[in-house]
Every structure is written in structure tokens, then in C-alpha cells.
């Protein structure tokens, strides 16, 4: 055995450049360098393959190829692409989603004085327009995409071979890859044309099982039954992919079950085994992702925390349960009538069973259905607009609401003021605030804080696929499959959460354009005229695309939160798969011109749509959630306000 040197600044040394644990006999920098050249080999032959690709354009062009050589060759390049995708990604994602795979709708450039649109370029975009029906009338675009991807990856070709190495990073890329294979692989999501999504799988898994057998040999002296797990798991779920190649058919459910969770454990395992650091000791910062979780559904694989920006690094049992009292109490409204929950209530995972939720005056509603807010801390964007970015802000848009609390903080503050047990509870909750307890901040933080605690990933699915239960109904294992696949259903409602937080990172909140209509009227639908996102731009921004664009919410605890969509224009999950089975929008007739959702005809069978439904039935879980305060706090010189209804009206 290697001896550790006593003398401190070498210790310090050799720990800062390896950070790796003593071995007998490997060096692990050799398994390092391997992986490098690996990612150096594939990065060239992405180079190559974009090459081949930019060239095919032109010969197609001048009918020296078929359209069918065509796209063969833009598939290779995106094999090419899959199998240094997992360390491109780790990287620098950003580059690669507005350069080489992102998704083929145009985006706004963020944290610019002026609003800039991007329009969508990479082999998603190229993907989308080989595989229709008219493709060669789009060959101009594609010869143009094709160059400029080729132009891009010369550049990046150097960039990212110069982005220092290091062992850990090697491990959370190969985790994220497996969930990507999972989320946005499998799933159609990469590849809306061809659905080339299971040998794309089969590259990415394999560019992984590559990487990670470079650390074999280290492995064998720490834990020898590793490398055979490991072994035998790429092994088996790489051949499963070849010998099932069918998009529509292929079970989803068994591949995660069997292959891709063990192989997430597994990773994080062999991580652990051989010393090498985790990113939670790198940085004090949150992660989104909590990297310990072993299973693509653990209950704790999102941190709420990282998504709440409720105060603290770390959720606070005294300030969350004055959240849940201030949550209940309509002493925060100008009426002392209308509470949060008036609008979302426990027993219905937090909605309240309307089309429109009422306003404060009891006679109207407000302009959009209440949403669950169940998981609603997993966002990066919140109402249906995504015009708030933190969850602990969205009361002061109730707050100052006049069809809502219509008041504002200084009253609120002065009102809780009024309370001796207010002031207590605050001053525990908030002891660092002083005098100021209650306060505009406080009184958000603790909101934000019970709404990050209403996390609920324990339903009889989590259970089934985390292997927790042995059983689970053959309708849903169907339905989710069809979910995840042929309903292209998984390529907005992304696992785990199954809402538009985009795996693996969880860093971007995606809205849609579906075309709701305002009415359930088939023969002479209308849609409806709430702007959703676009709303929030003003008309010189040019963010056209966001015309009719709302957030993608979750579907879970879905068989609660009826009526759906953010209308309420649908009463059941039958009219819901059926708007999506026909198309949407587009499907039933409506012109939308920047409709996201596939507007062709799904060709659901009612079968399958009923096992969909099945599905999402299985995805409630309000477990340890819907409780109540027993009382609400007294206000001593107003005897008055005591008459309060808990809950509001």
C-alpha cells in the first residue's frame, strides 16, 4: 500500500490535483487520460461525421444522393454526437442546447438590456426537418444548419478539449447521461423526426460503459463485485437495446427497472468506493440535484431548497409551520375572508376544483384555473405565465392582486402585528431579524418554505419503480410506456417530476403553445384568448412564439386536480387525451401558428388511452401533506377578526 506523505503542504498538494484516494498497483490518472482520449477520438469524429453531413447536403442538392443516403448520414452524426454527448453536456450545456441539440423552437436570450430571439439551429432542428413528408423542399435550411453546425464544431472542438478533466467529473456525467437515456432519449424528445431514439440510446450508453471501464482496474482492489455489476448491467442493457428496436413497442418501464436505476446506483457506488470527491464538498452552493440520490425517482433526487429561495440552506421546521398558519389564516387578505388555501385546498392536492378560481369579491373569477401545489417548488418559473422566478416572490403578486388579497405588506405586517402570538412565532422563526420579524421578507420566507415542504414523490408508481412494491396494474405499466413513448406525453411532462423541469439538470422550466380552446365546442372551436407568456413581453420584443404559451405543469396527484388545463375547459382526463389525441389546437381547427404540440393525429387506440389515464391515476400522493393548523393565532384588541374562518371562505 501507497503511504501518505506526513508532511502537510504535499498532502494538501496531491489532494487538490487528484482527489483520489491511495492505490497499490493502478495510477489513476491513467484512467483519466483514457477517458480524455476516448472524448478527444469521439469529439473528432463528431467533426468528421458534421462534415460528411455539410458535404451530403450539397451532393443532394445536386441529385448525386438520395434523399434516404441523406438522412443516413445525419443520423450517423448523430450516433457520433451521442457518444461524447454525456462530457459535451457536463461541459458546457448551455452551448450545446443553443448550438448543437437543443430543441427546434426559437428562445429569448437571457439577461440582455434588449430582448433578442434565437432561432433554433442543431441536429434536433435537422432532425425535425429530414423527417417530413416534403423534406427535400427544406433542403436549403438543412445545407445552411448543416454548415453552420459543422463551422460551430470546429470551434468547439478546442474549447472543450481544453476544459480541465477531473475523476468526478467523469461519474456525475455518466449519472446524467443515464438519466437523459431515460428522460429525453427514449422518450422521443431528441430526436422529433426520425425517432431514432433506442440506437441513440444504445451509442450514448455505450460511450458511457467505455468511460467507466477505464476505472475497472482501480475498482477491483476497493470493490471487485462492482466492476461486475457494472459489467454485466452495460452489458445486458446494451444488448436489450439492439435486440428491441421498436419505438412504439419497447417497455420503458422494464428498461428502468432492470437496467437504467441499478446502473444509477451502481455509478454512484462505484463513485464512493474509489475516494473521489462529490460536487457537495466542492461547493456550499444548492444542487439542483441531490447527487446521493440512487435512483431516478428518489423521493429526494431534487433539492427543494435549490429551487425555493425560501431563506436558509435548508428547510426549518419552525419556520415552515408558521408558513402553514399564514397559509390557512385570511387575516393576510384585505377582507380577512380569502386565505391561500381558499384557492388551494388539501383535500383536492391543493387546487379547488374550479374552472376559474373565485376572486375576493365571491361574484367573479380570476383569469385562470388554481394549480397543485404539489412539486410546484420544482420549477424554474412560476404561474402559469412563468412570470415569477422565485417561488418565496409569488405572494406579492397575491398580496398586491385587487382580484385576490388586494392589499399590500405594510398592512399585512401591521394586521400580524396585532398578534401576541404572531410576534412570538416570528421572533422564533426569525430570530435574526430583531424587532422586524415580521416583515415582508419573514413573511414570504415562511410561505415559501411550507410550499418547498409539500414534496410528494411516494406514489403507488415511485413505490413500484423504486422497487418498493413488487406489484403494479398491467393497465398502468402499459399506459406508462405509451406515456413515455408513442403519446410522446414524456417530451413535455418530463420524469421525474412528469412537468415541464427539463432533465437532467432541472434548470429550465418549459412552457408550451397547445392551443386551448375556450370552450369545450368541437364543431366550432375558438381559442382561448388569454396570451399566457406573451403577456408578459411587450409587442416591440417580438416574442411571438409565446402567443397561447403556458407552463407545462405536473401531472401528478392529476385524478384530484380536476377540471383541467389553465382554463378548467376540460372536466375529465377522457376529454384531456382526446384534445391531445386529435392534435390539439391545430388538430380541432384552430389556427395556431406556433403551435408546439404535435398537431398530427396521434391514432390513439381507446384502449391506450384508457391506460394512459390508468397511468396517471397511480401518481397520487398527498401522504403527510393536507394537514391543517388545529387553531389560528388570537388577535387581542380585535375580537373580530377571532371570528375568522380557518382555511378562508
Known amino acids: 500500500m501507497k503511504k501518505l506523505f506526513v508532511v502537510l503542504p504535499l498532502f494538501v498538494l496531491l489532494a487538490s490535483v487528484s482527489h483520489w484516494t491511495p492505490f497499490e498497483d493502478q495510477d489513476p490518472q491513467l484512467a483519466l487520460s483514457t477517458v480524455y482520449n476516448q472524448f478527444k477520438v469521439g469529439l473528432e469524429t463528431f467533426y468528421l461525421r458534421s462534415q460528411q453531413l455539410n458535404e451530403a447536403c450539397d451532393q443532394f442538392q445536386l441529385k448525386k444522393i438520395t434523399l434516404q443516403e441523406l438522412q443516413r448520414t445525419h443520423l450517423d452524426t448523430r450516433l457520433a454526437f451521442k457518444s461524447v454527448e454525456f462530457l459535451l453536456e457536463y461541459n458546457d450545456r448551455e452551448l450545446v442546447k443553443k448550438t448543437l441539440n437543443g430543441p427546434p423552437l426559437p428562445s429569448l436570450l437571457p439577461n440582455m438590456p434588449k430582448i433578442v430571439v434565437l432561432e433554433p439551429i442543431g441536429l434536433q432542428v435537422l432532425d425535425d426537418l429530414l423527417f417530413v413528408e416534403e423534406a427535400d423542399l427544406e433542403i436549403a435550411k438543412v445545407d445552411s444548419l448543416a454548415e453552420l453546425l459543422h463551422e460551430e464544431l470546429k470551434k468547439i472542438k478546442s474549447y472543450q478539449l481544453g476544459i480541465p478533466l477531473q475523476h468526478r467529473f467523469v461519474f456525475e456525467a455518466s449519472r446524467l ?59 445486458a442493457s446494451i444488448q436489450y437495446l439492439a435486440q428491441n428496436d421498436n419505438f412504439e413497442t419497447f417497455d420503458r418501464l422494464h428498461f428502468l427497472k432492470t437496467y437504467l436505476n441499478p446502473l444509477y446506483q451502481k455509478l454512484y457506488l462505484a463513485h464512493r468506493a474509489l475516494g473521489i470527491e462529490l460536487n457537495t464538498e466542492t461547493t456550499y452552493m444548492t444542487q439542483a440535484v441531490n447527487y446521493t440520490a440512487q435512483n431516478i425517482f428518489d423521493p429526494n433526487l431534487l433539492n427543494p431548497i435549490h429551487f425555493g429561495n425560501a431563506g436558509g440552506l435548508q428547510l426549518d421546521s419552525k419556520k415552515i409551520e408558521l408558513g402553514r398558519l399564514l397559509f390557512f389564516d385570511p387575516i393576510l387578505s384585505s377582507s380577512n375572508k380569502m386565505a391561500c388555501a381558499s384557492c388551494h385546498q388539501p383535500e383536492r392536492a391543493f387546487t379547488d376544483g374550479l374552472a376559474r378560481s373565485k376572486a375576493a369579491d365571491g361574484a367573479h373569477f ?38 385576490e388579497f388586494n392589499t399590500d405588506f405594510l398592512e399585512m405586517e401591521a394586521k400580524l402585528n396585532q398578534s401576541a402570538e404572531y410576534r412570538r412565532l416570528f421572533a422564533e422563526a426569525f430570530p435574526e431579524l430583531g424587532q422586524r420579524s415580521i416583515a415582508q421578507w419573514s413573511i414570504s420566507s415562511a410561505l415559501g418554505q411550507y410550499i418547498s415542504n409539500l414534496v410528494g414523490f411516494n406514489s403507488p408508481f ?10 403494479y ?28 423541469l427539463t432533465p437532467p439538470n432541472y434548470q429550465d422550466s418549459e412552457s408550451e403553445v397547445i392551443g386551448v380552446p375556450a370552450t369545450n365546442d368541437k364543431q366550432n372551436p375558438q381559442v382561448d384568448p388569454d396570451l399566457g407568456r406573451y403577456a408578459n413581453h411587450r409587442p416591440e420584443d417580438e416574442a411571438y412564439f409565446y402567443q397561447y404559451s403556458f407552463k407545462t405543469v405536473t401531472v401528478r396527484n392529476v385524478a384530484l386536480t380536476a377540471p383541467y388545463m389553465h382554463n378548467g375547459v376540460y372536466k375529465t382526463l377522457e376529454e384531456v387525451m382526446d384534445f391531445y389525441n386529435l392534435g390539439g389546437g391545430q388538430g380541432l381547427g384552430i389556427k395556431i401558428p406556433h403551435q408546439t404540440l404535435p398537431f398530427d393525429n396521434l391514432q390513439l387506440k381507446k384502449r391506450e ?40 371562505e
Open 462 to 471: 415511485d413505490q413500484y419503480v423504486r422497487s418498493e412494491k413488487t406489484t
Open 177 to 235: 447521461e443515464i438519466n437523459r437515456v431515460f428522460t429525453l432519449g427514449l422518450t422521443g424528445f431528441d430526436t422529433p423526426g426520425s425517432a431514432n431514439a433506442i440506437p441513440e440510446a444504445r451509442a450514448a450508453l455505450n460511450a458511457v460503459s467505455r468511460a467507466i471501464a477505464a476505472y475497472y482496474p482501480l475498482l477491483e482492489e476497493k470493490k471487485p463485485e462492482l466492476v461486475i455489476s457494472l459489467k454485466d448491467l452495460f452489458s
Open 609 to 648: 388511452i384508457k391506460d394512459i389515464i390508468a397511468f396517471m391515476q397511480t401518481l397520487t400522493d398527498t401522504t403527510g401533506l393536507t394537514r391543517k393548523p388545529a387553531f389560528l393565532p388570537k388577535f387581542e384588541a380585535k375580537p373580530e377578526w377571532n371570528q375568522r374562518k380557518l382555511g378562508g
Open 473 to 500: 396494474p398491467v393497465a398502468a405499466a402499459r399506459g406508462f410506456n405509451l406515456f413515455m413513448g408513442k403519446a410522446v406525453c414524456g417530451t413535455c411532462h418530463f420524469a421525474p417530476t412528469f412537468s415541464g
Open 366 to 403: 380570476i383569469l385562470r384555473n388554481a394549480p397543485t401545489l404539489i412539486n410546484a417548488v420544482f420549477a424554474k418559473g412560476y404561474f402559469y405565465d412563468l412570470r415569477e422566478q422565485r417561488l418565496d416572490r409569488q405572494i406579492k403578486h397575491v398580496t398586491l392582486s385587487k382580484d
